[in-house]
Nanobody, 124 residues
Framework: QVLLVESGGGLVQAGGSLRLSCAAS????????MGWFRQAPGKEREFVAA????????YYPDSVKGRFTVSRDNAKNTVYLQMNSLKPEDTAVYYC?????????????????WGQGTQVTVSS
């Protein structure tokens, strides 16, 4: 089992940047694919980014491609989400998630472990 703790959320103006971090417990972090998801009020949770356990291959939906970058530091058991050129529609609670044994997982159903979430608010 792995415990995930997100940090780095906050209030930012449109066009600004934030970097989210997700610290994971345990000694097998490198064996997990890590994902970021977000959920706005009244909306379903949606995929934002993922980084594989092998070769750190990254995946993004079109809505954030070119603006968000996911990375991982296996030595620190941490995954990051750098968010640039933020828009008001990026406002949501952002969650990190983990799944062991997969190299490709883009839906919330595929992830076994979740953090508590961190609020990101982008003002216009």
């Amino acid at each position: 089992q792995v415990l995930l703790v997100e940090s780095g959320g906050g209030l930012v103006q449109a066009g600004g940047s934030l970097r989210l971090s997700c610290a994971a417990s345990g000694r097998t972090f490198s064996s997990y694919i890590m994902g970021w998801f977000r959920q706005a009020p009244g909306k379903e949770r949606e995929f934002v980014a993922a980084i594989s356990r092998v070769n750190s291959r990254t995946y993004y939906p079109d809505s954030v491609k070119g603006r968000f970058t996911v990375s991982r530091d296996n030595a620190k058991n941490t995954v990051y989400l750098q968010m640039n050129s933020l828009k008001p529609e990026d406002t949501a609670v952002y969650y990190c998630a983990a799944r062991q044994g997969l190299d490709y997982a883009l839906t919330n159903y595929e992830y076994a472990y979740w953090g508590q979430g961190t609020q990101v608010t982008v003002s216009s």
